[in-house]
């Protein structure tokens, strides 16, 4: 399905594509800068900032936390080193399904893997799994 583009939008990224900067853009359309990082990043363009299109927000962590609720399975990903030949060390990974004891910490998520190991898990680490970031 094609993504429909209304004439502004066209301006703003062509505007974009010749090297004009954001207040520029702002200014000869008639629209604050903040509606001219809506229509850059909403076709992929920069965003304000560039932490911003990459980090881990607020809302994703509590998202996470709703989902893991005490005595569900979850996914998680267990890191394994494996040694191999003269020192060489390699990290694999294996997605696992855990059972959740405790949710309490702002931080952490405590953890019961297949095998009976306890194991305190990151908030972010989960919103990566769940994302499909490993």
């Known amino acids: 399905m094609k993504e429909r583009k209304n004439s502004t939008e066209k301006l703003v990224l062509q505007l974009y594509m010749e090297g004009k900067s954001v207040a520029d853009i702002a200014d000869k359309i008639g629209k604050t800068e903040s509606t001219v990082y809506t229509y850059l990043s909403r076709n ?23 989902k893991a609720q005490v005595g569900k399975w979850i996914r998680v990903k267990s890191v394994k080193r494996l040694m191999f030949g003269e020192g060489n060390i390699k990290l694999g990974g294996v997605p696992v399904m855990a059972r959740v004891l405790s ?12 095998g009976g190991t306890q194991e305190c898990i990151l908030w972010t680490d989960m ?8």
């Open 103 to 114: 949710k309490a910490s702002k931080h952490f998520c405590l953890v019961e893997l297949p």
């Open 127 to 134: 919103v990566g799994e769940s994302m499909d970031r490993y």
């Open 44 to 66: 992929g363009k920069p965003q304000r900032s560039k932490n911003r299109a990459q980090g881990i927000s607020t809302w994703r962590i509590t998202q996470a936390r709703n």
